[in-house]
């Protein structure tokens, strides 16, 4: 049976007077890919933020389990904040570290084990995003690509109970994004993890999502949420039908 | 009306004329010439247009080419004007006559309309807006320098409580940064700096036959002013720049961001290891630059007037007491305090963009030179006051 993991209610998201999304409400089961999808510009990103913590909502809720994210104090929401991994689009690796600095660092501030011990869980996560033999590479002397599969490492480097994804097969070459989507399903078959994925790509939407929500930047809010494959066959809404098949519409 | 006509096309200019039809309402435009980056167009897409106004309404036009020598984009952004003209009259456009590929960029360029709202209107703002503005963003500025203060503090707090979370290696390499890295330059301009003093006040000393006080001057100069007031304005320079360039960077590749979701304070690990690094270093810097000043002022004095290096030295620890040096010491621990908050705080509130990085180098560079000239007069103020 699934369990809600987080829970959005009622949420608005606002620069300043400037609404970008309203009144959006959905539920992210225990062990779900949930896509958050939309055309350019819809606050998908900023949907995201959201979620991890680094924008606080105009208005609305959300839940982590049963504790209230924004309204719980500080330190509460560092906890929660330590159960979860994100891999930003830029991958965001401190470039004046290693990979392997990059991936020790939660590791050495937030556990007790040794010099070690460290070291051997990063080869791990690093041998599981075939980085292999990487330790000791900076940042800007891998190829793109590599610095996105390394920043995943980082992000699984405390073994999260929820991965954040903002866009990660931009700028991946279609084989590269395709063992990346791989990845994905397998770190949630095998761990069990929630796992939350920005995107725009249909194929990964297809492959890997279970759930989703769709944003619409023209009205502000959002128009679905559910299966995209479900979405795709049932829904009524000609702006879901045409980005879910590429404006060609479910005829073809 | 007057038909626009350019009887033949003459090369390197794009020429259009009118044709009327035997239908009073449908006119023809005809396009014909080179409509390329540098050709002259025969009629501007104003004047065309005004004509056109000024003329009895038309209610079709066609749009047509003949002998069209060669176009790039200037033929399709003048269409664009005509076509929106004509479409908040109401008038019909028929561009079958014209190139496929030239209808084809027609109709993608018209494919997204445009966002409701996304044009940024370029309209004149009024003075009294711009006041408003300006306010405003003082207030704003005001406000992120008290949080910023007071996150710092925080910060602080959680180090004396040893809950801090840095790296000891990253402490240990803005200690490096900050302190032996910046040595050579501090050397260069306090040995000058003293030089200067020396000649400045032997002009006057000179004449009394008083060159012996010069080593009062400089001694005194160097200790209790100089040595801090120049090494803060270095390393607010050097080292204030660096640090709003390298967080501002940061925040730029998420990395800021990235520390946030790990959990860690970017507040601790980022900027209580730098203000810690320029607290212990800058003393230290300022002591090394008070030295090397008074070796300045020795070289002229020595050279120059007619004073042994014996008499100099003896005329110096007569004159300089350690309360000077102490004043100059307290000095430099606020310049420090002055120049990490500064940098830090523009790095940590830098925008996401490469111009933003330069803006808050300069922003840090700008805030800390005041912030140090400020309080370097409040300081000489109190202690003259209270007569140390």
Redesign the interface.
């Known amino acids: 049976m699934a369990t809600p993991h987080i829970t959005v209610k009622d949420l608005t998201m606002a620069y300043g007077d400037f609404v970008i999304q309203r009144g959006l409400s959905f539920t992210i089961d225990r062990g779900d890919v949930f896509i958050i999808m939309g055309g350019s510009g819809c606050g998908k990103s900023t949907l995201l933020k959201h979620l991890?913590?680094?924008q606080q909502p105009a208005k609305g809720e959300v839940f982590y389990e049963a504790q209230n994210f924004w309204r719980t104090d500080a330190d509460e929401r560092?906890?929660i904040?330590?159960r979860?991994g994100?891999l930003?689009?830029?991958s965001?690796?401190?470039?004046s570290l290693t990979l392997s600095e990059n991936i020790a660092?939660?590791l050495?501030?937030?556990t007790r084990l040794g010099r070690a011990e460290i070291q051997d869980i990063v080869s791990y996560k690093l041998a599981l995003v075939g980085l292999a033999g990487f330790e000791d590479y900076y940042p800007s002397e891998i190829s793109g690509g590599m610095q996105k599969r390394a920043g995943l490492a980082?992000a699984m480097a405390m073994d999260p109970e929820m991965l954040f994804f903002d866009e990660p097969s931009a700028g991946l070459d279609p084989v590269s994004a395709r063992l990346l989507d791989d990845l994905i399903i397998s770190l949630r078959d095998t761990l069990g993890t929630t796992i939350v994925v920005v995107t725009h790509e249909l194929a990964s939407i297809f492959a890997i999502g279970n759930n989703s929500v769709f944003l619409d930047?023209e009205t502000k809010t959002m128009l679905a949420t559910g299966d995209p494959k479900v979405l795709l066959a049932e829904s009524q809404d000609p702006k879901i039908i045409q980005f879910l098949t590429r404006g060609e519409g479910r005829g073809k | 009306m007057k038909p626009i006509e350019v009887s033949s096309p003459q090369a390197g200019v794009g020429a259009v004329s009118l044709i009327h039809t035997d239908d009073s309402a449908e006119h023809i435009l005809q396009f014909s010439g080179a409509w390329v980056q540098g050709s002259a167009i025969a009629v501007p897409v104003g004047e065309l247009i005004a004509e056109f106004d000024s003329a009895q309404n038309p209610r079709r036009i066609l749009l047509q080419t003949r002998d069209l020598a060669g176009w790039d984009s200037r033929l399709p952004t003048y269409l664009i004007k005509i076509v929106d003209w004509c479409q908040t009259r109401g008038i019909e456009v028929d561009a079958s006559g014209l190139p496929e590929g030239v209808q084809g960029l027609l109709k993608l360029a018209r494919a997204v309309s445009e966002?409701a709202g996304a044009r940024r209107s370029a309209q004149t703002v009024p003075v009294l807006a711009k006041v408003g503005k300006a306010v405003l963003a003082g207030l704003g500025d005001a406000k992120g320098l008290v949080c910023f203060v007071g996150e710092t503090l925080l910060a602080s707090a959680a180090l004396l409580r040893g809950k801090a979370?840095f790296?000891l290696a990253d402490l240990l390499l803005c200690i490096q940064e900050a302190g032996p890295d910046a040595l050579p330059i501090a050397s260069l301009i306090s040995l000058l700096v003293g030089l200067i003093l020396a000649f400045v006040g032997a002009v006057q000393l000179a004449q009394f036959g008083a060159q012996i006080f010069i080593a009062d001057l400089v001694g005194l100069g160097m200790a209790r002013e100089m040595g801090a007031l120049m090494t803060a304005i270095i390393m607010s320079g050097r080292t204030g720049a660096a640090y709003a360039a390298k967080l501002g960077?940061?925040s730029v590749?998420?990395?800021i961001?990235?520390l946030?979701?790990?959990?860690?304070s970017p507040m601790e690990f980022l900027v209580l290891p730098r203000v810690l690094a320029l607290i212990a270093m800058m003393p230290l810097l300022t002591l090394y630059a008070n030295l090397m000043g008074i070796v300045g002022g020795a070289v002229v004095t020595v050279s120059v007037f007619d004073v042994s290096l014996v008499q100099y030295y003896n005329q110096t620890l007569r004159a300089v007491h350690v309360p000077d040096f102490a004043i100059g010491l307290g000095k430099s621990v606020v310049f420090a305090v002055l120049i990490a908050t500064a940098g830090c705080m523009r790095g940590m509130q830098c925008g996401r963009s490469a111009s933003a990085v330069g803006e808050a180098a300069t922003a840090a560079v700008v805030n800390s030179i005041v912030y140090i000239v400020v309080a370097d007069a409040l300081i000489t103020l109190i202690c003259n006051r209270f007569g140390v």
Not at chain 1, 92 to 95: G, I, V
Request: charged share 25%; glycine share 6%; no cysteine.
């Open positions: 991890i913590g680094l560092e906890l904040m330590r979860i994100v930003y689009q830029s965001a690796l401190f470039s660092l939660p050495a501030e937030f980082r930047p | 966002r979370r790296r960077s940061m590749n998420s990395e961001d990235a946030k979701t790990m959990g860690i």
